[in-house]
Every structure is written in structure tokens, then in C-alpha cells.
């Protein structure tokens, strides 16, 4: 890689940081970070898998590749609430492994520094694992998602295992 490809890809990181792709489930404002975000699509016909995680909704087939789907809903241990023209799929990149997250809308991109981010607040270990931080924008608060640990290890093999099987 010669100097000008690796500035322009240091240039390109650094746009992206402190961003977030903002999206709802109930009332709640969740962001993840835009640099794993792949795209955003509709919902779609999605085919059951058997034996797996009621929060895994099954496949979907995406321009000829199997992607595993997962209901942010359900995931979060909320009320499974029947999709609508709103409801998006948002394909993101975690561990080398393309996994769709169905979320209820998606809002907009964020702007969120370092320093409006504070910790979650400390409650029982469980409730909070899945949240890197809180980002303040106004007076909107963002909860934004620790990506990295939405998922067990046995997730990660399972939904990699589900997207390798297609």
C-alpha cells in the first residue's frame, strides 16, 4: 500500500468516527457504529431456521448471499411487534460475519463525540452489556451499542455457521 492509499484510508476512518447510525425500538434511540453498518434495507421474506434463538428470525437472501437476521426486539428481551412499512433491516459487519438487525426504524446519522459520551449507568452487569455508552446530542440521548458484544461467542459461531451454510 503506498502512502497517498494509506493517508486517504486514514482520512476515510477519521470522517467516519464518532458516527452513528441512529435507529428506534419502542421509544428508545439506539445508535451503532456507521463503520460496521453495511446498508439499510427494507424488511423482507425472511425463512425460518430451526433450532435457534427466538430472537433469530432466520435468513434472508441478499443479492445471492444467506444473512442471518436477528430481531432487535427480541434480542433486547422487548414484545415482538409485527413488521411495517417503518421496520428496516439494517446489515452490519460483526467479526467478518454479515448479520441483519430488524429494528423498528432507522432515524438518521449522528454526530456524537468522545467527550458527549458518558458511561451507562452502573445497574445490575446483565442490563447494561450491550451498551458502550450514552451519547448526548441536545437533549436527545442516544444508547449506543457495544457491537462487539451484542452477540456470545455461540452466536457468533451460530450465525456464522447459518451465513457460511448458504
Known sequence: MSEE??????D?????????????LEQETY???IRVVIEIIGIQAITGVPEVPEYVRGIINLRGKSI????????????????????CIV?????????????????????IPE???VPPPKLKA???RYI??????GEMVTLLLDWAKLFSEQDEKLLGKMSAEA
Do not use: C, H
Open 5 to 10: 492509499e494509506r493517508q486517504a484510508l486514514e
Open 12 to 24: 476515510e476512518e477519521d470522517t467516519q468516527k464518532d458516527k452513528y447510525l441512529t435507529f428506534l
Open 31 to 33: 445508535g451503532i457504529d
Open 68 to 87: 442471518p437476521v436477528v430481531d432487535m426486539r427480541l434480542r433486547f428481551k422487548k414484545e415482538f411487534r409485527a413488521y411495517n412499512d417503518r421496520t
Open 91 to 111: 446489515v452490519i459487519e460483526a467479526e467478518g460475519v454479515l448479520i441483519g438487525l430488524i429494528v423498528d426504524g432507522v432515524s438518521e446519522v449522528l454526530d
Open 115 to 117: 467527550g458527549n459520551v
Open 126 to 128: 446483565s442490563q447494561n
Open 132 to 137: 458502550r455508552g450514552i451519547g448526548k446530542t
